[in-house]
């Protein structure tokens, strides 16, 4: 079973940038799919970004251009790289792997 600690949340101004990341228990190079999902308030949870172990990733039509996901394998760590931050990218963010396994979750508000 893989677990999953996210890190890097906090305040941040509008136009702003933050880095997450999410380590895994265990080796991702195997694992098909990690990825990122948020829950705002009052919200459904919502996919942010996915990578694929073949390489190819998948983004929310609200954070292409703007956030980036990436993977260090070595590391067993998955990165969220999100700039130009906007009020409305304030939530909780998820980790995830194969959408089976999740992490606790970092809050990300954005606010001036």
């Known amino acids: 079973q893989v677990q999953l600690v996210e890190s890097g949340g906090g305040l941040v101004q509008p136009g702003g940038s933050l880095r997450l990341s999410c380590e895994a228990s265990?080796?991702?190079?195997?694992?098909?799919?990690m990825g990122w999902y948020r829950q705002a308030p009052g919200k459904m949870r919502e996919m942010v970004a996915e990578s694929f172990r073949r390489g190819n990733v998948n983004y929310a039509d609200s954070v292409k251009g703007r956030f980036t996901i990436s993977r260090d394998n070595a590391k067993n760590t998955v990165y969220l790289q999100m700039n130009n931050l906007k009020p409305e990218d304030t939530a909780v963010y998820y980790c995830t792997a194969l959408r089976n396994y999740w992490g606790q979750g970092t809050q990300v508000t954005v606010s001036s």
């Open positions: 265990e080796s991702i190079l195997n694992i098909l799919l």
